[in-house]
């Protein structure tokens, strides 16, 4: 499979097997694209080229056949097994926020439940829980999420501390990542992370008017200008620390590439946004009737970038970063994320669910680090829905990109976590062909 496509003025030829990227001409595209469909010279797009150009750039794609670079067979892919091992844990720390983001999938934090924090002793089982489900693995991670951590940093410092205690005892080595909305965020707090997070997420959506429509404050205040202001904070002490501004768009800011070079003139170099995803009733909800205009933000975007990357603005998007040459494994490829097999989440009475986005959901509960039950029926269904499960996905010559997309999203909007979420598609298409032009201008392919 072979996909051909335009971005950033330039026209490219991916090959889906082998990853090869070209940059390419208008008669070698229309010929690629024939796929081996006959040809006539006469008519059509061929019309204005003459034999010789045509025979010559039938030769070059002959060459790169040859070379099994260009349309070069699918391998027979191994399907992903069940192995029982934990690499990764996301600590639900708190189910209560100091915000009330209308368009948050978890309902203010509360993931529909009663308002909690977790607990020192559900959180230290977590860590138990994840040491002995990681067998050999070396390298674990474990993220801070909610609701808002910040409203249960004593658990949060706790926790570390224990997991600390724990890795040259079990010859472990943990890495940690919190994601807060920043609202609360102080200067001791800011000296931990530094301390001890490996990455920060920090949540921005952009314009003050754009975040303050739709991130008001547990009283229904607007919560821009303080967590700006705490952020740029972060920001000046981070250092060269990893972090990230991560925003939502929704479908009352359509323009969100204004909201990305917002956050870069503020300051920040390592910038994220994310479509909303919602049901489609709900009024910032992205239909399809928005994906064109969302499509040609990542292009008005890419080409900002491009330019800002030369300048004293020079920024980072998380999307636009892919790995042309390397790339991961094949197995990484072909599982995603690790959701519900390698990736879990517990809440704060302990329950273990596939990913934070399941937690609150009893039918999708696998067992609790408290009372040490653990299912492995639900796990071992998430390992299995990986590409070679997906008729869709092993169609889309995006497929080595996205793995199939996100379990949550499949199960929540399509009522089958083999069926991928269309729209989230889209975008994810557009985002990758852009990356591969920004590498190609770069000069990175």
Not at 26 to 35: A, Q
Not at 97 to 120: H, I, K, Q, V
Not at 416 to 423: F, G, H, M, R
Not at 430 to 435: D, I
Request: hydrophobic content about 35%; glycine content about 6%; aromatic content about 10%.
């Amino acid at each position: 499979m072979v996909h051909t496509f335009r971005c950033l003025g330039k026209i490219f030829a991916l090959d889906v097997e082998s990853g090869s990227v070209f940059e390419i001409d208008e008669l070698t595209k229309d010929l690629i694209d024939l796929n081996g469909a006959p040809l006539d010279e006469t008519k059509g797009a061929f019309s204005c080229y003459s034999k010789e150009e045509i025979q010559e750039a039938q030769q070059e794609i002959k060459s790169l056949i040859d070379a099994n670079v260009l349309f070069s067979p699918e391998p027979k892919h191994n399907p992903p097994c069940y192995a029982g091992v934990v690499k990764a844990l996301c600590l639900n720390i708190s189910h209560n926020c100091s915000l009330r983001c209308e368009y948050c999938f978890a309902d203010g934090g509360s993931y529909n439940t009663p308002r909690l924090n977790m607990s020192r002793e559900v959180a230290e089982a977590a860590i138990d829980f994840l040491i002995e489900k990681s067998g050999s693995r070396h390298n674990l991670e474990v993220d801070f999420f909610g609701g808002e951590p910040l409203l249960n940093m004593d658990v949060v410092r706790s926790t570390v501390a224990y997991a600390r205690s724990k890795e040259k005892e079990f010859n472990k080595n943990f890495r940690f990542t919190i994601t807060t909305n920043a609202y609360m965020l102080s200067d001791e707090d800011i000296d931990f992370f530094n301390q001890e997070m490996y990455n920060v997420v920090l949540s921005i959506d952009g314009r003050k008017d754009v975040h303050d429509c739709v991130r008001k404050t547990a009283k229904g205040e607007d919560s821009f200008d303080i967590i700006l202001k705490n952020a740029l904070r972060f920001r000046a002490k981070r250092g060269d620390g990893q972090y990230y501004i991560r925003g939502t768009f929704t479908a009352l800011n359509k323009d969100f590439a204004a909201d990305a070079l917002f956050l870069n003139d503020m300051g920040f170099d390592q910038i994220s946004l994310e479509p909303v995803v919602l049901p489609q009733s709900h009024r910032l909800a992205i239909k399809e009737e928005d994906v064109l205009e969302l499509v040609e933000q990542y292009e008005i975007l890419a080409k900002e970038y491009i330019e800002r990357r030369k300048t004293d603005k020079w920024f980072n998007f998380f999307h636009f970063m892919i790995d042309i040459a390397g790339g991961p494994c094949e197995s990484k490829r072909l599982v995603g994320c690790g959701a519900g097999n390698e990736y879990l989440c517990v809440s704060p009475d302990g329950k273990i669910y596939p990913c934070h986005q399941f937690d609150g959901k009893p039918e999708f509960v696998i067992g609790s680090v408290l009372t040490k039950e653990f299912n492995d029926v639900i796990p071992r269904r998430f390992a299995c829905a990986n590409l070679t499960t997906k008729p869709e996905c092993l169609k889309c010559w995006a497929k080595y990109y996205c793995s199939g997309g996100c379990a949550a999203n499949s199960v929540n909007f399509c009522g089958d976590i083999n069926k991928p979420y269309t729209i989230t598609c889209e975008l994810m298409k557009k985002r990758v062909e852009c990356a591969i032009a920004i590498k190609a201008i770069e000069g990175k392919i």
